[in-house]
């Protein structure tokens, strides 16, 4: 069974600039998260989606971060514009329904100079 | 709000023996679940192990074995027979189902096995 896949594994970019992040979950994973990671923290939830709907978004900032998962498969995680203090990993994760088991994918590095 | 604890930043172990990671944390619900997750330094968040608050018996896998105290809210893993590939980081993680299933997660234990 294939694991979660996330694209692109590394990014740099400069503030100011947008960012865009893709992840596929687990065939078959009704929930589907995005966790931040900052280097030497544990990961932090942005958003939750049930199939296509979102769960809980209340970390996520609204003003520069969006996501979205069109046809309850594929997620996107969007952030225009960057600034240096999003500089982090960014992992994705799913589980069969909310409450179950969560898997990760290898998640992407981000980079803002 | 739930809290995740783990006082030991940076642990050390020889190839072959015991360690055990700590992990305390906090809540008022009775309904949840508690994990341990491995990064190693390849980022890939791995699980090694969970258990459901309502078991009193303590979950194990293979060389990986939980202490569950619900009352002290305590959550220590033990590792046996340490092997050099266990060498990451670990972290503890809460689950609150009744809160959709979002993992609250610790610091983070760096642990080192040594040959």
């Known amino acids: 069974e294939a694991g979660v896949a996330q694209s692109p594994r590394y990014k740099i970019i400069e503030k100011r600039q947008s960012v865009a992040f893709w992840c596929n979950p687990i065939?078959?994973?009704?929930?589907l998260y995005w966790y931040q990671q900052i280097l030497g923290q544990g990961p932090k939830l942005l958003i939750q989606?049930?199939?296509?709907?979102?769960?809980?978004d209340s970390q996520l900032p609204k003003d520069r971060f969006s996501a979205e998962r069109l046809k309850g498969v594929d997620s996107t995680l969007k952030i225009q514009p960057a600034k240096l203090e999003d500089s982090a990993v960014y992992l994705c994760?799913?589980?069969?329904?909310?409450?179950?088991?969560?898997?990760f994918g290898p998640g992407t590095r981000l980079l803002v100079l | 709000a739930q809290t995740v604890t783990q006082s030991q930043p940076e642990m050390s172990v020889q190839e072959a023996e015991t360690v055990t990671l700590s992990c305390t944390y906090d809540?008022?619900?009775?309904?949840?679940?508690l994990f341990w997750y491995k990064q190693p330094p390849s980022r890939q968040m791995i699980l090694v192990i969970r258990?459901?608050?309502?078991?009193?018996q303590n979950a194990t896998e293979n060389r990986f074995s939980v202490n569950f105290q619900k009352a002290a809210k305590s959550f220590s893993l033990k590792i046996s027979d340490s092997q050099l590939g266990d060498t990451a980081m670990y972290f503890c993680?809460?689950?609150?189902?009744?809160?959709?299933?979002?993992?609250?997660f610790g610091q983070g234990t760096e642990l080192s096995v040594k040959p």
């Open positions: 989606f049930q199939n296509n709907g979102v769960v809980d």
């Open positions: 993680a809460f689950m609150d189902y009744n809160q959709g299933g979002k993992l609250i």
């Open positions: 258990q459901e608050a309502y078991k009193q």
């Open positions: 994760a799913s589980s069969l329904w909310r409450g179950e088991t969560q898997y």
């Open positions: 065939s078959g994973h009704a929930t």
């Open positions: 809540t008022s619900e009775s309904n949840y679940y």
